[in-house]
């Protein structure tokens, strides 16, 4: 009996061990693959012109749309929002990031089916947009029945088959001031809200109406507010390119190219590779920097320009 019990714990003794090295090596490869996945995308072309001819008006638009898309589906990691295991589970800064870019994914396809792709209000809409839009809309942190990924890539599957028609002439694309001046209300409204909520962290609650105070950026979530404006801008920057170039013709005649290319450049500045492996939050005139406060003015610049182009858009 003896002798069993000393064989027994000699076994017990490596097989501990064994599970500690196996542990240990896990978490290093989640440690290494969460950093990986969480690098953002460069803020480099997503598409090119294609090869033996040019593009139709709104075929930048809707290719870069579409690009978008397939770089959140197709980054490092894939599509981690949805996520039930490790490392994508632990990740919290990435999710934002793509909530950020998701947001302005749905308000272009709805810009797309609701304004541009109708010649006015009574037309009947693109059957391919209307597919699309929705499927887009999807909650982002489902995992199945349905998945996230699963609906998205249907959306891209709708708004393929409306760019290939467009390229075809078999599907439109108005490149009209009222359509611009629409979706740049839109996006107006997003960066006042993200601008909002980044101020918000300083701890200073806002006034609302009434005189009341308003509630401020909880501490643990001010690095997903900041990451999902980082989602937003990068997002923005590569849309505003396409308006810039399907929309040309249009912000020539308005005086409002200077507008958007310098909402371009601000949103650019958000882009910037944030060197501190945290987001600061230090006191406005601290010692430390505060992140939030910085890409709260970055998007504060922004939202003014585009008040400004929306104004000039809709002038006769």
Known sequence: M????RTDSNLAAPLGKIVLVVLVVYLLICLILGWYWSREPALKP?????QG???VP???TARTLDSLMVELLN???GYISNDIAPPG???DNMPSWEFGVLVQVRDMSRALRRDMARSQSQSTEDPDLAKAEPLFSVDNNSWAMPSSEGEYRQGLQSLNRYIIRLNQGDAQFYARADNLASWVSDVSTRLGSLSQRLSASVGRAPLIEGGKLGATTPWL???DVFYEARGTSWALVHLLRAVERDFH???????ALVSLQQIIRDLEATQETLWSPMVLNGGGFGMMANHSLVMANYLSRANAAMIDLRRLLEQG
């Open 2 to 5: 003896k002798f069993g019990t």
């Open 46 to 50: 997503l598409i090119s012109s294609p």
């Open 53 to 55: 001819g040019q593009m």
């Open 58 to 60: 709104g075929e930048y």
């Open 75 to 77: 980054k490092p990691g």
């Open 89 to 91: 589970l632990w990740l």
């Open 221 to 223: 979530e001010i690095d």
């Open 249 to 255: 013709d249009v912000l020539l005649k308005k005086n």
